[in-house]
């Protein structure tokens, strides 16, 4: 899936802007232009990335940086600040912020920025055993779920399976295969019992399993991890 960013800007032509160059990128970009939305926005944690503007209505960007993180958001996190306001970089720094980009901005200096602190959010992820898919987080080391921040629970062989399914993302898994990966060589399982697990699985991970956008059949093949 694309990695998504939320660009949080009231100038209309700097939002746009970026929210064309990273789309080109291959990003997939929503644009606020407040800080309380942005805030909600940001809880729902549907983001890989936050480029946040200090000066905004309502709600200032240090504001939303601080309440973000005083309520468990670690999304990374770029600030946009005034040219030679120093005292705006290091208070952002110290709110929490990843990095800081001084306006006027070179759109490319901003890319290149974006793309490094996605790299070292997903190195620190897999370091830490954190995964990520829309707004699921999954702490394997913990062995939680949650959707949004609320937790959700997963028996013993179901985080298993979706360790499995997250280990092979994008790859379709035959029924044989996840049967190898997370029960083992030596257990033998009817297919149906797989195919619980699955659904029980995507009972508690899809908005709608009827219609899945996580665990996808393949038909006659098996299954695929699009998260």
Known sequence: M??????????????????????????EVEVVD????????????????????????????????????????????IMLTAKGQEVDRVVGLELGADDYV???????????????????????????GIFRFADVTVDFDRFEVSRRGEKIDLTATEFKLLRVFLDHRGQVLTIDELLQEAWGPDVVLTDRVIYTHINNLRSKLEENPQDPRFIIG????????DG
Do not use: H
Request: glycine share 10%; net charge positive.
């Open 2 to 27: 694309k990695e998504r960013i939320l660009v949080v800007e009231d100038e209309l032509t700097i939002a746009t802007g970026l929210q064309d160059d990273l789309e080109l990128e291959g990003y």
């Open 34 to 77: 407040d800080g309380k939305t942005a805030l909600c926005r940001i809880l729902q944690g549907e983001f890989d990335l936050i480029v946040l503007d200090i000066m905004l209505p309502g709600m200032d960007g240090f504001e939303v940086c601080r309440e973000a993180r005083m309520k468990g958001s670690r999304t990374p996190i």
């Open 102 to 128: 001084t306006k006027p901005f070179s759109r490319r200096e901003l890319i290149a920025r974006i793309k490094a602190v996605l790299r070292r959010g997903r190195e620190r992820s897999r370091s830490a």
């Open 218 to 225: 393949v038909r006659g093949v098996g299954y695929r991890f």
